[in-house]
T-cell receptor, first 117, second 108 residues
Framework: NAGVTQTPKFQVLKTGQSMTLQCAQD?????MSWYRQDPGMGLRLIHY???????DQGEVPNGYNVSRSTTEDFPLRLLSAAPSQTSVYFC????????????????FGPGTRLTVL | AQRVTQPEKLLSVFKGAPVELKCNYS??????LFWYVQYSRQRLQLLLR??SRESIKGFTADLNKGETSFHLKKPFAQEEDSAMYYC??????????FGTGTKLQVIP
């Protein structure tokens, strides 16, 4: 299993540009989420999903959109990037694993470091 | 609303000294609490969870519902314990909230 994968690893954008951060997991997890990590702020929840077709807002959803069309993928879209969105973004998943009992452990991706100029 | 508070941004201890990383939470229901750790240049990973009542790498944490706390403890710090530690709470509808994190620095 690859676990949770994120692309790209690094990205530089100009203010106003749009982009999509990709997140995929191959563990058949129901729950997926996006966090941003900023110095002194810890991990803040942006959006989360409890299954395909179901998403909800976290603590800091403004400026970000998500969708969950499949169990595996949970992309995060920045429609018009702003310097305040410069951060490290982490995707995480948890939930039922195939052939195993329920696990509430969150598995994290390696992160995407985004800089908005 | 659910909230996790980690009052210390940085905790420095000498090798061999006891460690206590503080975590307080606010949640109206029955919480599920976790400690995650992020070593330098590595992904966040689960350290332990309160329902397992386990000891991982010498760390333990006890849920105190009266004080709404879930402090992480280790009797003797090791240099390899230096990392960023996050307390997390899972509340309603699977939503997981993290604290701001505490950087543990173990001085040789």
């Amino acid at each position: 299993n690859a676990g949770v994968t994120q692309t790209p690893k690094f990205q530089v954008l100009k203010t106003g540009q749009s982009m999509t951060l990709q997140c995929a997991q191959d563990m058949n997890h129901e729950y997926m989420s996006w966090y941003r990590q900023d110095p002194g702020m810890g991990l803040r929840l942006i959006h989360y999903s409890v299954g395909a077709g179901i998403t909800d807002q976290g603590e800091v959803p403004n400026g970000y959109n998500v969708s969950r069309s499949t169990t595996e993928d949970f992309p995060l879209r920045l429609l018009s990037a702003a310097p305040s969105q410069t951060s490290v973004y982490f995707c995480a998943s948890s939930g039922l694993t195939s052939g195993a009992s329920y696990t509430d452990t969150q598995y994290f991706g390696p992160g995407t470091r985004l800089t908005v100029l | 609303a659910q909230r996790v508070t980690q009052p210390e941004k940085l905790l420095s201890v000498f090798k061999g000294a006891p460690v206590e990383l503080k975590c307080n939470y606010s949640y109206s229901g029955s919480p599920e609490l976790f400690w995650y750790v992020q070593y330098s240049r590595q992904r966040l990973q689960l350290l332990l969870r309160h329902i397992s009542r386990e000891s991982i790498k010498g760390f333990t944490a006890d849920l105190n519902k009266g004080e709404t706390s879930f402090h992480l403890k280790k009797p003797f710090a090791q240099e390899e314990d230096s990392a960023m530690y996050y307390c997390a709470l899972r509340g309603g509808y699977q939503k997981v909230t993290f604290g701001t994190g505490t950087k543990l620095q173990v001085i040789p």
